[in-house]
């Protein structure tokens, strides 16, 4: 009798079913993705608005006048390679040391650099002023990235256990406080008073509770006109009645026509 012929391979494998869990870590990372790729365009957009700001917005630190050379007489009382101490002729208070050339004769001159007054613009102004482009960018930058924590938190908590059995840890609280890092290195690098994490934190802070004093203002006057809410716009819809008879003409209906309209 002839053996009887193992069964074929099916050619397709089934594919193993998704559970619950595994289809909740695809939500939660593609939450995550999206929210991330949401806080790089603010980001960019921050940096676009902080090249904007000029120097009267971000005081920079006097720029330096420079040397130059001036003559010095070589007093009587004194011979080559000596020292002697003079003023500065640009900076009167400024006092200066310099050794006597070897070989110079009383009487005799040299020349000698001295450093030039610093140059500043306005020295009386070094108070950082953001633009309120900034400072939106900034809020809405804010609030992306703290949503991307969250949404990073969630999805490496379902992430199964790795390495020894030990899931990955992300603390959204430490990563919040890293937002700001990366975003320091486009401020000029000359400021009279540097930019710091702590400062931007307070001014998206500040920027926050000015727009909450605004809104609980207009609520409490009743004054609708700046309210962030759409105004509502008349829409004029024709409706194509039959006539009499069993014959009607075909009417197109768009997906507009059937949305629920809120009064």
Known sequence: A???EPKKADAKEKEPKKTLKMTLIDVAKKEATELKKK????????VVQIKKMKEEHLPRKPKSGGKVKVSITVPAN?????????SNPHFPSQKLKVKIPENSKPGKSFKVSVPMPKVSKSPSNSQNKFTKSVTNALDEYSKAYDD?????AKHRTLQPKRRGGKIEQFKAGVERLKKYDEMLEEFPNNLVNPIDAIFIRKLVRRTRQNEKKRMKAIASTGDVSESPKKNK????????????GVTFPSVPFNDIDFERIDI
Not at 39 to 46: T, V
Not at 78 to 86: L, N, Q, Y
């Open 2 to 4: 002839k053996e009887k």
């Open 39 to 46: 806080s790089n365009k603010l980001y960019k957009k921050c």
């Open 78 to 86: 004194k011979k080559g390679g000596d020292s002697i101490t003079f």
């Open 148 to 152: 991307w924590c969250q949404a990073e």
């Open 233 to 244: 716009v008349n829409k004029v819809i024709t409706l194509a009645v039959p006539g009499k």
